[in-house]
Antibody, heavy 117, light 107 residues
Framework: EVQLVESGGGLVQPGGSLRLSCAASGFTFSNYWMSWVRQAPGKGLEWVANIKQDGSEKYYLDSVKGRFTISKDNAKNSLYLQMNDLRVGDTAVYYC??????????WGQGALVTVSS | EIVLTQSPATLSLSPGERATLSCRASQNIGDYLVWYQQKPGQAPRLLIYNAFFRATGIPARFSGSGSGTDFTLTISSLEPEDFVNYYCQQRSDWPITFGQGTRLEIK
C-alpha cells in the first residue's frame, strides 16, 4: 500500500524558514518523480515544485523560485521541501504527491504551514 | 503560463442527474489534462489522467473527454458522495497549473 506522510509544518514568522519532509512507502521511490502542491485556506490547489527520479531536474512555481528547494533522498525514501524567506502568502496546507507520469496518483494527508507574526 | 478556466464555478444538481464539468486551456495541451476530486478536509484524489483514462478504483460513472483546449468531466449519474470539489490540471508544460475548481452542490 502506497503511503506518503508529511511532517515539519508549523507556525513561523515572516522571513523565517521551515523544512517539510515526506516519508514514502509501498512503492519504489527512486523510480518516480515527486511533487509538492499547496492549498491556501479556503482556496484552490497550487502546484509548487517537482523533482525527477534521481534529482537531476527540478521545477518550481515562479513565486517560490530562489526561496524554496525541493530534494529527495532515495536511500531514505524521503522527499523534502526547504522553505526560506517565508511570506504570509505561503500559508497553506502542503501536500506531497507521487507523480505516476503526468499525473499525481497518490497524495499525503498534508502539512499545515502558517506564516504569521 | 498555461491558464485553465473551469466552468461553472458552482454546479447545482440532484442525485441521479448527469453532471458536465468543463475545463478550457489557454493553449493547446494535447491530452495532458488531469482531473482530481477533493472532499472537504481531505487530500485530492486522482480521477482521470491523459484526458480520458480512469485512475485505478474510480467508478465507471466518471468519464473524461476532450483534447487540445477543451475538456469535459462527466459524471453519468450523481451519487451523494460526488457533491464535492473538482479540479483540472495541465501536465503539458511547466509550470504545472490547476483550474480554479468547480464545486458540485446538491440542488
Amino acid at each position: 500500500e502506497v503511503q506518503l506522510v508529511e511532517s515539519g509544518g508549523g507556525l513561523v514568522q515572516p522571513g523565517g524558514s521551515l523544512r517539510l519532509s515526506c516519508a514514502a512507502s509501498g512503492f519504489t521511490f527512486s523510480n518516480y518523480w515527486m511533487s509538492w502542491v499547496r492549498q491556501a485556506p479556503g482556496k484552490g490547489l497550487e502546484w509548487v515544485a517537482n523533482i525527477k527520479q534521481d534529482g537531476s531536474e527540478k521545477y518550481y512555481l515562479d513565486s517560490v523560485k530562489g526561496r524554496f528547494t525541493i530534494s529527495k533522498d532515495n536511500a531514505k525514501n524521503s522527499l523534502y521541501l526547504q522553505m526560506n524567506d517565508l511570506r504570509v502568502g505561503d500559508t497553506a496546507v502542503y501536500y506531497c504527491a507521487k507523480d505516476r507520469g503526468r499525473a499525481d496518483d497518490y497524495w499525503g494527508q498534508g502539512a499545515l504551514v502558517t506564516v504569521s507574526s | 503560463e498555461i491558464v485553465l478556466t473551469q466552468s461553472p464555478a458552482t454546479l447545482s444538481l440532484s442525485p441521479g442527474e448527469r453532471a458536465t464539468l468543463s475545463c478550457r486551456a489557454s493553449q493547446n495541451i494535447g491530452d495532458y489534462l488531469v482531473w482530481y476530486q477533493q472532499k472537504p478536509g481531505q487530500a485530492p484524489r486522482l480521477l482521470i489522467y491523459n484526458a480520458f483514462f480512469r485512475a485505478t478504483g474510480i467508478p465507471a460513472r466518471f468519464s473524461g473527454s476532450g483534447s487540445g483546449t477543451d475538456f469535459t468531466l462527466t459524471i453519468s449519474s450523481l451519487e451523494p458522495e460526488d457533491f464535492v470539489n473538482y479540479y483540472c490540471q495541465q501536465r503539458s508544460d511547466w509550470p504545472i497549473t490547476f483550474g480554479q475548481g468547480t464545486r458540485l452542490e446538491i440542488k
